[in-house]
């Protein structure tokens, strides 16, 4: 069952079409990668479906409801969260001050004290740095902070956008795994990301974005194997 659709979805910057009407689905349960080259339009599609930016035209469905012109602030109730490119931590708060405003949508402290230590399992070098302001982290712990204040609005879908860039190959391989996991602990997962080998060795499905559409979809593994993919992507 589809948790998300997009369909014939078009965004603008101005006179610029970036995204030409483009469909695709997320099911329940699964880790869906969109790749692509810098400028194909898959930021701005991330953005567009979690209320950032506005659409043209399409229409954006959430567990059977339009979503298309919901403010992203009331998305977050709904249970999308997103983890933005280039982590975009609160530099001058702490680590918990951080994860606390990821949980501003709900109500009940003890489900959220309960969620902070799931946070702090997950995670645990958040929690040895707990009161330290997030912008002296290293740019892999500011991105499992990234993650962990998204998990702590206690998502059903997260929109994850290029969480390995900058990182050391170390960093990369450990945020991967925490993806897996995140995922197999019941969060669907819609993963844009630079590094295609990776995103497609975790995901279900994926989509090959260019210019502003989809020129290729399927499986995972299969568009692994696929020749125009490996040529574009893959190579080392």
Request: glycine share 6%; hydrophobic share 30%; no cysteine.
């Given at each position: 069952m589809a948790i998300l659709e997009v369909k014939d979805l078009e965004v603008c910057y101005g006179v610029i079409q970036a995204i030409k009407g483009i469909s695709f689905e997320v099911n329940q349960g699964e880790i869906i990668a969109l790749i692509g080259a810098n400028g194909a339009g898959k930021t701005t599609t991330l953005q567009t479906i979690t209320g950032l930016i506005p659409s043209k035209a399409g229409t954006i469905t959430y567990e059977g409801n339009n979503?298309?012109?919901i403010p992203g602030y009331k998305l977050v109730g709904m249970g999308i969260a997103h983890v933005p490119e280039g982590r975009r931590v609160f530099a001058e708060l702490s680590v918990l001050q951080n994860l606390k405003l990821g949980a501003y949508t709900r109500n009940d402290k003890n489900e959220m004290e309960a969620t902070l230590k799931e946070i702090y399992a997950r995670f645990?070098?958040?929690?040895?740095?707990?009161?330290?302001?997030?912008?002296?982290?290293s740019g892999g712990e500011q991105q499992m902070l990234a993650m962990g204040r998204a998990l702590m609005s206690h998502p059903k879908l997260i929109v994850m956008d290029e969480p390995s860039m900058g990182l050391s190959p170390l960093y990369v391989n450990e945020i991967f795994d925490i993806i897996r996991k995140i995922n197999a602990d019941g969060v669907t997962v819609l993963l844009v990301e630079q590094n295609a080998k990776k995103a497609l060795s975790i995901a279900n499905r994926a989509y090959v974005l260019e210019t502003g559409k989809i020129v290729l979809s399927g499986d995972a593994k299969e568009l692994m194997n696929d020749d125009s993919v490996k040529k574009a992507y893959l190579s080392e």
């Open positions: 979503i298309t012109k645990p070098r958040l929690e040895e740095r707990k009161n330290q302001m997030a912008g002296t982290l």
